[in-house]
Each structure stands twice: as C-alpha cells, then as structure tokens.
C-alpha cells in the first residue's frame, strides 16, 4: 500500500495554475513536518516548500517563493500545493514527503517520499 500518494499534476500553459494533494497513510500530519520536492530528468530533485507539523513554520524555495502556498488538511491527512504563475521552469516531476522537521526536509530527508506527479508547463 502506497503510504504517500501525489495527484494534481497534467500539461498547462505558462501562467496557469495547478494545485498538486498529498494523500498521506502510515504518517500522521498532525506529527510530522511534509513537504514537496521535485526533479527534472538529468537534475538532482531540489527543495520546493515544506511545512511543520505545527504549521507554524514555512519554508519555500525562491523559486516558489510568491507563487506556491503549501497547506495541508489534518482531518484529511492531505497536503497540498497550490501553484500559480507557472512557468516552463516548473516543468518537472513533483514529490510529496513526510519528516520530523522542515529542515530536513530542505535538505532532501524524509521519512518517506511518494512516486510523484508529473507536471508540465508549455510557453
């Protein structure tokens, strides 16, 4: 049973939005710091956003910075991304994971990472 599952993504045009959910089973967001990375083919996976368990403390790439809100669903065990302005840049597979903390998940450690969702954005 797959214990992080991503959906949202698809093809849209630079300048729409998408909003990316993160089921979650085995981990509970209500105790566990999540977050998103995402990876183009040939790269490494780079940090995109991540939220505490608190939700107190959010942390964002600069690329994602004004354009990206993460948020989460405790009752639903879901997190989200919502994504506006996309660019062709964000074109990449997306990931969801879940930590202990926010900084850790910057650094690319997680507990556990989903298999992604891919999306891609034409100019």
């Known amino acids: 049973q797959e214990q992080l599952v991503e959906s949202g993504g698809g093809l849209v045009q630079a300048g729409d939005s998408l909003r990316l959910s993160c089921v979650v089973s085995?981990?509970?967001?209500?105790?566990?710091?999540a977050g998103w990375s995402r990876q183009v083919p040939g790269k490494e996976r780079e940090f995109v956003a991540a939220?505490?368990?608190?939700?107190?403390?959010?942390a964002y790439a600069d690329s994602a910075k004004g354009r990206f809100t993460i948020s989460k669903d405790n009752a639903k065990n879901t997190l989200y991304l919502q994504m506006n302005s996309l660019e062709p840049e964000d074109t990449a597979v997306y990931y969801c994971?879940?930590?202990?903390?926010?900084?850790?998940?910057?650094?690319?450690?997680?507990?556990?990472w989903g298999k992604g969702t891919q999306i891609t954005v034409s100019s």
């Open positions: 994971g879940v930590g202990y903390k926010t900084s850790d998940l910057r650094e690319g450690v997680a507990l556990r």
């Open positions: 939220l505490s368990w608190a939700g107190t403390a959010i």
């Open positions: 085995e981990f509970s967001l209500r105790t566990h710091a």
